[in-house]
């Protein structure tokens, strides 16, 4: 079909689910027709049903409508249903938003009617201002996938991805497959008994990648430059004999491990000293050894060995590792197990403090014990090295001093990300750089030719962002291997501390991640969140004054700027969070489907009520992640709260331009309340940094405020995770009625 030359509008009401039994939908159509606008405006008693559906496809075909509103349930639901190729579409919530939370009876008929006619305005007023994305479709989009780290992970990535049926390049530093799995003599067991250490699997899986047809693999290889986007990442693949070979990637799974904290650093633990080992020295001994009996570097036998849990690891004092690695006690019973079943007659003690063996590791940890290995609840505070060693603990059961001698003492030290440069460290040297300072110059680039591992030319960085601890950060809970970068995705030890286990589900995990960014990207679709979103960010750049406010408060490094300092949106790294837009301070950035004018027109469109009405109104932009389905289930729930607000849902918090709030409040609401994600360090924003982003926009409005003679009470902000469906009703309620409290705004009438 193609599209005529100007738009037409078109809203349907439903009346069903109850619509239509509390509501007037006659007057919700005249609203929609002679307020809204609407060419087209028609009601159905089951507007989701396959014959509802088919009438707004016919209009779709014969009446050639370009922008559908649909006035029913909240934009969440029947999105299947509502699914219309080639024209735009709001949503008005009248089920979840009205139906469901306006408080039954006819004592509450009036505001009931008030709310829906005020939904249907808005969005009538919101597709208005719609364009249909048409896409950001690139003339060439590689569906080949970079693997960065061919240990366990990397391999286990490479595998996945090249049984789908898509190219892999798989890069390694050293000259061999493995990575620290490659170091390890046995590993812990995957499967029933569970009661024995079992062969790693390693030189198998190596000689699978290697042979596989759609793996190329670089050994003794790093990255020299990684630039573009996903679908059309360029990448310089720099050999150690020189040679640099370029490839174009759709993907990029970074797999580059751990390094084992350094015992160096524990000398009070016997770091440093002889026959003091970490796990990873042990491993040495035990492959040296082949499964004969297992000798110091002195070639002395061991007659008693004592394993120190949490070496450097779970410290409150910030010395040193302040989380615990996760495999490690796993490890010492593993390697306690080598020594027992080499002689029964070793001395093996494993001291720990909390014994952690997550799924079926307790059966693991049982076999030990009948195998005679001793667990010691203790925490170690001296070990002394040397040809007869000394552990001196405090036993947290019979809480006394005690001294264990051995042969041999083994320290569990924990993992430490290689994730590459901390940007956190880098920025300052780069702002230093560029004013000048030639020792920050030759800083910079000694970081980013040692430390950096995937060497981007992202004006935010050469690696990713990292959490504290150095893990490459990606949204824990909500977005597990999808990092700030969009397109590179993390896996592995480099993520978070794990086990090999672990490691192999994580790297499946970010493999097809990997495989739905190079999809997406192939047909211009936003990756996570929004996925399958068309639109992408476009400026009116003769409007633009170049302050790179949206260059460096995007939180995916999506924008850089051009050679006249103007920005410059690279579509395909871009999540469509509206941050950008949000941090415009003259408003030229914008979406095809989502702008400053969408959501302006849908705060302008609510009929503010005189004064003397005594009916508050309440503009509450909701994050469409968190927020806004906490509502839906609070309407699910049947709770009720105040029919006085008026609910817009937003992408981010981070979305949010000031201008929305001033307009809100010269019009004459009586507050604006923002409901975001978690902000912090243990940030449940989707965005990443979109919800902190509004927070510190906001405590900046107080001087607006003051300038309009309002109370800074006005504008709040709020923090709620999606599972807040009651603590977003009496966030509502109790706002309400500190508004109350407050009395009408004084700005009412002069909207």
Known sequence: MNAPATPKYAAYICSGCGIGDAMKVGQLENIAKREGKMTVVKSHPFLCNAEGVQLIKDDIANEQVTHVCIAACSRRAKTEAFQFDGVAMSRANLREGVLWVVAQGKEHDEVRQEMAADYVRMGCAEVKKMKQPAGNVKEASSKAILVVGGGMSGMTAALEIAETGYEVVLVEKSGALGGMAGNLWKRQPFKAPYAEAQDTGVADMAARVSSHAQIKVHLNSTLAETSGAPGRFTVKIAQESGAVTDVTVGAIVQATGFTPYDMAKLPDLGGGQANVVDQVGLEALAKAAKGGEIKRADGKPVKSVVFVQCAGQRDPSGQHLSYCSGHCCGTSVKQAMYFKDQNPDIDTVVMYQDLRLPGMGEDFYRSAQQKGVIFTKGKASKVSGGDSCNVTFKDLILDEENTIPADLVVLATGQVPNAGVDLEKWNPVV???????????????????????????????????????GFADSHFICFPYETRRTGIYAAGPVRRPMDMLQAIDDATGAALKAIQAVENASVGRAAHPRSGDLSFPTARLEGCTQCKRCTVECPFGAIDEDEKRFPKFNEERCRRCGTCMGACPVRVISFENYSVDTVGSQVKAVEIPEEDEEKPRILVLACENDAYPALDMAGLARMNYSAWVRVIPVRCLGSVNTIWITDALNSGY??????????????????????????????????????????????VTQEVAITDNARVVKLINDYVAELDKLGPSPMKGFG
Do not use: N, W
Request: some cysteine; proline content about 4%.
């Open 431 to 469: 702002t230093a750089a560029e004013g000048g300072d030639e020792a920050a110059k030759a800083q910079r680039d000694e970081m980013r030719a040692t430390q950096s591992v995937l060497k981007l030319t992202y004006r935010q960085g050469p690696d990713m962002p990292q959490f504290k601890h």
């Open 670 to 715: 009586d507050g604006v309340m923002m409901m975001g994600c978690k902000k912090g360090d243990e940030y449940q924003c989707h965005f990443v940094k979109g919800s902190e982003l509004a927070h510190y926009r906001m405590s900046k409005i107080g001087d607006t405020l003051k300038q309009m003679g309002l109370e800074p009470e006005r504008v």
